[in-house]
C-alpha cells in the first residue's frame, strides 16, 4: 500500500492547482467571465471525452449490476451524509429558512469529481478504477438534484431532470455501448481524440475551482458555529459511513478505493450555486466549502492512508 509521504504526493498536486487557480483570479488573470467560460468548456466537453475514454471497454463496468450497486451505494451514503448534517445543524442553532437545510446539503455533498479524479488517477492508474468512478457518480447526481435540492425546496419541486446533464448523459451512452458490445466497433482515432481531450479535464477544472474558491473569499462574516462543525462533519464522521461500507461490504476492490478517497473529499463548490438558486443560503455554503477545503489539505492524505493500509481488499 502507498505510504502517507506517498499518498502525500498525489494530493498535493490537486491542492496546488488550486491554489494557483485561487492566486489568478485574484491577480485578475483569470476573471469571472473566463472561469464561466472554461467551466462550462470542462462539462461540456472534456468531461465526457474523460468519460469515454475511461468507460468504453472497461472490464469493470460491463456489468449492469456492479453499475447499479456502485450507483445506489453513492446515493445512499449521500442522503445519510445529508441526513445527519441536518440533525447536527439543529445542535449549533441552524433552523429552517436560516440555514439548516443549505448547512445539511453543504455537508452532505462532497466534492465527488474533479478533485477525485486526479487523486484516483495517480493512485490507482488502471482503467479500472476511474470507470467505476464514473458509475458512482450516477448516485450522487441523482442524490444532489433529489435527495439535495428536494431538501431545499421540497420533493415535488425537486429538479430530478437536471441530473442528466452531459457528463451524466456520457456515462449512461459509454455504459450502454459496454453492455451491448458496441464499444467494440468505436475507432481508434475517435478514442484517441477522447484520450487528448479528456486529459485536459481534470487540471483546467482544478484551476476553475481554485478560481471560484477566490471569487467567494471573505464575502461574508464568519459564523464559528457552522466554520468549525462542517469539517468535522464533512471529513471526520461522514467518512466513516464510506469507511464501514467499503470496511463491511462484500463489493470489489476499486468501489472500496471509490469509497475510501471520496469519503476524504471537502464539500463540493457545487453547493454554493445549489444554493444560490434552489432557496439555500448561500453564506452558510460558502463556509463550509471554504472552511472543509482548508482542513481537507491536511486530513484527506491522512485518511486516504490509514484506510488504504488497514481496509480489507
Known sequence: MPSYSNILNVVLPVYLTMALGFFLR????????????????????????LIFDRVLGNPSVMQPSAVLVASGLAFTLVSVGMGLSYLAGRLIGLEVQRGLRCFAVS???QNYGFVAIPIITALFPDKGTLGVLFTFTLGVELACWITGVGLLQGLAKAPWRLAFNPPVISILIALLMNFSGAHALMPEALMGTFRMLGSCAVPLAVLIIGASIAGIWGRDPIS???????????LALIPMLFLACAWWLPISTELKRILIVQGAMPSAVFNIMIASHYGGHPPVAVQCVLS???????TTPLFIGWALRHCPF
Open 26 to 49: 485574484r491577480r485578475q488573470w483569470l476573471n469571472e467571465t473566463l472561469e464561466a467560460g472554461f467551466m462550462k468548456l470542462c462539462v461540456m466537453v472534456l468531461t465526457p471525452c
Open 224 to 234: 464559528w458555529p457552522v466554520t468549525l462543525l462542517a469539517p468535522v462533519l464533512r
Open 292 to 298: 472543509t477545503t482548508l482542513v481537507s489539505t491536511l
Open 107 to 109: 455537508c452532505g455533498l
